[in-house]
């Protein structure tokens, strides 16, 4: 019933994890590259398909994943116009108040350095 996960696999299973937790947008963005590749090599595989109702499947298909994709790259240069804004503010806040900004980054690693302290010491 329960298999055994060897070592190797247990590892490639820890790594695919971690990028995934690290990254959840970028393989989101992948997992849509290749559904969208693998949709349009179904729509080339119909192109010859003889049968009509074949036919309008196919095109509204077609239909469907242009619109998609114009959907994708939308929302994608969304996301690149708020992380400039968000840039920008960042480093708008860090000009107007560099001593601020300053205790803020010592305190935490301040907090670090406790939690790392008391990590290593149990």
Do not use: H
């Not at 179904?42 to 049968?51: F, G, H, P, V, Y």
């Amino acid at each position: 019933m329960f298999t055994r996960v060897s070592g190797r696999n247990r590892a490639e299973a820890q790594r695919a994890a971690q990028v995934l937790n690290d990254q959840p947008a970028r393989v989101a963005t992948e997992e849509v590259r290749i559904l969208m590749s693998t949709v349009e090599d179904l729509l080339e595989r119909l192109r010859t398909a003889a049968d009509p109702e074949l036919k309008r499947l196919r095109e509204q298909t077609e239909e469907a994943l242009d619109s998609a994709k114009a959907v994708v790259t939308e929302s994608g240069a969304q996301w690149l116009d708020q992380a400039g804004d968000l840039a920008e503010r960042g480093g708008a806040y860090l000009r107007e108040r560099p001593w601020t900004s300053l205790g803020v980054a010592a305190l935490c690693v301040l907090a670090v350095g406790v939690l790392t302290g008391r990590a290593m010491s149990e």
